[in-house]
């Protein structure tokens, strides 16, 4: 337990500094001095800060993998159920803040294999917006759309909101995840004004919903 402990102090200090300085600027020297470690002692858990950096990587993912719920069929409302993701994914945020500035402001170019790492990392995350797209249009909740389009656009999105609000003092978070909610579901635009739009042939009608297979 000792050793797990130390394990995790090491951890965490190295999240502040690579927050306040940045991956690239952060060396070793700064790790240990800033957790009270020998040299030794930081080699007796991590290979070097990026075998260090890799599995502050892994947790956030691991953490976002744990709040970020599949839709369920069976359950009485779809929307409330993204609201709860929303709420567990951006209450994660503010209680990470250093891990979450590394993750949006690390500086690509080198590192090239670190880059690839915090590249297959967004794209686990458009996986698993996907695949809840995927399912909304089954359940006839999302129009027919090209999902992987869709899913950058809302990570897109989400990464600018979560970068704002780690760098600041944040608004309250129900008020947020509605904002959000009613962005990604209706977009901006008043319905009236958009169903005037197509009926001028200025916009494409919406395609009819696919019935999807029952989903038990």
Known sequence: MEREARRAQVLRHAKRIFARKGYHRTNVADIIARAHIARGTFYLYFQNKK??????????????????QRLRADEPDPVNQLRDNLKRVLNFVLAERELTDILLNHSVGFDRELDLRILDFYQRIADAIQRSLDLGVQMNLVRPCDTRIAAYCILGGIKEVVGQ????????IDSMVEEILAFGLGGVARPELLEESRRRGELPAPEPAISGPQLE
């Open 165 to 172: 609000i780690a760098r600041r003092r944040p608004r309250e």
């Open 51 to 68: 075998d260090l950096f890799e599995e502050l990587l892994a947790q956030v993912l691991t953490e976002l993998s744990r709040r970020i």
